[in-house]
Structures are given as structure tokens and as C-alpha cells.
């Protein structure tokens, strides 16, 4: 396992918390009036894990892009002595040579979600680019605390590496993607590839990740209280994760937390974005800061007035659609390059 990071402190002072995007601020408002950004607490985990009002789940004719693309479930094995894990599999119908795949984990702050949540956006990137979309379903916290969910993610990645030719995937050219809580399981998932001689990850692509367990951040403080998930929510997530007393201790594992993570050296091509005004800014940029200190190529977008999760809540406001260009222009430049030789 690699080497983790402890201890760090900070005198710089927190100011005021940055504003809102115009165009985004109407919406914070009327989401916050649904659902605090408190609202997720030890005690009402398995209540917020029921369907949201409104909110349709995708289906296998959505999934499908009007044919473009086969679905399928699959279970296959879990990691050693674990359950099998259920793989959602999204192939495009007509290709004629192996395609490029994402590998997608959900998010859902470590303890709500399944492999559906969030892969409509996936497909929306993949589909021009006649790309394959793997979604993972992994085990939730509290339920199944650390390592369970991340040793998921990592199982269904190396059987689809595995069975790649099977899936007309070429294995040389899959990325692994996530928001949020699937974003921090994923920068995981390709720190255990790289330690364990895993598979090839052509690149990792982090959107709003959650990265670290001590929830301390400058934009931790400022944001209390606003957006859609706050320090507080964040930290029944870190808690459910890694039990009672854990969270912010000297024992997080960098597969937990990967901004524990002391070596961020010989990491794949990554794309980090976050809002400027959401809880996971600073401890994101961190992350890319230290991966860019490590030799890595990184590309980091910080989207002023963002909150969490705006591109996906507000999808046609100007600030979502250059981010989501931002997420297009990054991943046709990774297609487009040669896969690095493998030691």
C-alpha cells in the first residue's frame, strides 16, 4: 500500500464564502429549500437512499441512445471471498474495431447511488466519441465500510480489463471517471492499479472529487451550510465510510482518502474540475497541485460561482456548457495519443 500523508496545517484566514454564478444562484435556492445541505445524518441514510421526487432513474431504452448502444447487467466476481458485483455494460451497437471505454464509478457521497446514477452524463460524453460506458455498482457505507467499496471498483475494473476483447474494448484505452464520491473512488481505484501493477488507465477524469477524509479545508469552512452538500453531510459520508473515530485520525488509507496518498507520482493524464463555491474546491486543487508537483499531467478547471454537482442540475447554463466542453475537448485529446508502454 502506499505511503500516506498525516499531518498538515494552515494559519491562512477564511474569508466570506465566494457568490454563486447568477445563473446558478435561483437554483441553489430552490434546492436548498428542498433538501438542506445538512440533511444527510447517521441516522437517515437509509432514508435518503429512496428515489427523489421528480428524479427518473434511466432505464435500459435511455441507456440504449435510441439503439446506438446495447445494455446489459453483469454480475461478475467480486474482490476475494466477497460478493459478485454488477457491472451495467453500454456498448456501442456498430462498431467494427475495439472502442475506447469509461469505466465509470457513481457518486453519491459513499453511502447513496447506484451504477445508474450519474451514467446518462457519462453516455453524453462517450457517445460522439463512439465509446463504451462500464458503470460499477459497489457496496455502500455503513453497511460495507472501507475497504469494500473501493475493492468493488477495483474488481469490476480489472474483469473488464480481463474480458475486454469479449467486449470489443480495447484494454489500452479505458478511462476511469466519477463525480464526487465516485470521483474519490476512482482517483483510489487507479492509485491501487498503479501499486498493484493493475490494469492499464489511459487517464482518470475527476469530476467535483471526494478526496479527503479530514474535512477541513478552507472551502470546507466557507461553504458550510450552503450549497447542496456541506462539511456536515460530508462528514456522515467520511463516517460511514471508515467507522466511529477514524475520520481525520493518523490511520486513513490513501485508498480511502487518496489526498492521504504521499506518492502521486506515476499516475495516468487526469482531469480535475470543481465549483469555486462548493465544499470540495480546495482539497481538489490540493490534489492537482500535488499531482503537477509529482511530474503529472494535469488539467485542473476551478468553475467560478459552481456548486456541486451544477453542470449536472443546470445543464444548459452557460458556466455547465463550458464545462462540460472543458470534459469533451480533454477526452478527444486523450483518445488521441498513444497509449503509454506499460513497465
Known amino acids: 500500500m502506499t505511503a500516506q500523508v498525516t499531518d498538515r496545517s494552515s494559519t491562512q484566514p477564511v474569508g466570506p464564502p465566494p457568490p454563486f454564478d447568477p445563473e446558478l444562484a435561483p437554483v441553489v435556492e430552490m434546492l436548498t429549500g428542498l433538501r438542506p445541505p445538512d440533511a444527510y445524518r447517521s441516522d437517515n441514510i437509509v432514508e435518503m437512499r429512496k428515489p427523489v421526487p421528480g428524479v427518473e432513474t434511466p432505464t435500459d431504452e435511455i441507456l440504449s441512445r435510441g439503439g446506438a448502444y446495447s445494455v446489459q447487467e453483469r454480475a461478475v466476481p467480486g474482490p476475494d471471498g466477497d460478493p459478485d458485483i454488477s457491472l451495467l455494460i453500454c456498448l456501442p451497437k456498430h462498431a467494427a474495431t475495439p472502442t475506447p471505454a469509461i469505466y465509470h464509478v457513481h457518486g453519491g457521497g459513499m453511502i447513496v447511488g447506484d451504477n445508474r446514477f450519474g451514467l446518462v452524463e457519462m453516455l453524453n460524453l462517450a457517445e460522439p466519441m463512439g465509446m463504451a460506458v462500464v458503470s460499477v455498482e459497489y457496496r455502500l457505507a455503513p453497511e460495507t465500510p472501507h475497504p469494500g467499496p473501493v475493492e468493488d471498483c477495483y474488481a469490476g475494473l480489472v474483469w473488464v480489463s480481463d474480458h475486454a476483447h469479449e467486449l470489443n474494448i480495447d484494454p489500452e484505452r479505458i478511462v476511469i471517471g466519477g463525480a464526487s464520491a465516485g470521483g474519490g473512488l476512482a482517483a483510489a481505484v487507479t492509485l ?19 478526496l479527503d477524509d479530514r474535512n477541513d479545508s478552507p472551502s470546507a469552512q466557507q461553504m458550510r451550510g450552503l450549497g447542496i452538500w456541506d462539511s456536515s453531510s460530508n462528514e456522515t459520508g467520511w ?11 493518523p490511520d486513513v488509507s490513501s485508498y480511502a482518502a487518496p489526498s492521504r496518498a504521499a506518492n502521486l507520482s506515476g499516475l495516468p493524464s487526469t482531469f480535475v474540475d470543481v465549483g469555486s463555491a462548493e465544499t470540495f474546491r480546495d482539497e481538489d486543487v490540493a490534489y492537482a497541485s500535488r499531482m503537477w ?20 442540475v443546470v445543464p444548459h447554463a452557460v458556466l455547465s456548457q ?13 483518445l488521441g495519443r498513444t497509449p503509454p508502454v506499460r513497465r
Open 192 to 210: 491501487m492499479a498503479r501499486d498493484r501493477n493493475g490494469p492499464a488507465i489511459l487517464a482518470q477524469l475527476l469530476l467535483s472529487p471526494m
Open 239 to 249: 463516517n460511514a465510510l471508515l467507522g466511529d473515530g477514524v475520520r481525520g485520525g
Open 293 to 312: 508537483q509529482a511530474g503529472g499531467n494535469v488539467e485542473l478547471h476551478v468553475w467560478p460561482g459552481g456548486f456541486h454537482g451544477f453542470e449536472v
Open 322 to 334: 463550458d464545462a462540460i466542453a472543458a470534459r469533451v475537448a480533454w477526452l478527444r485529446r486523450q
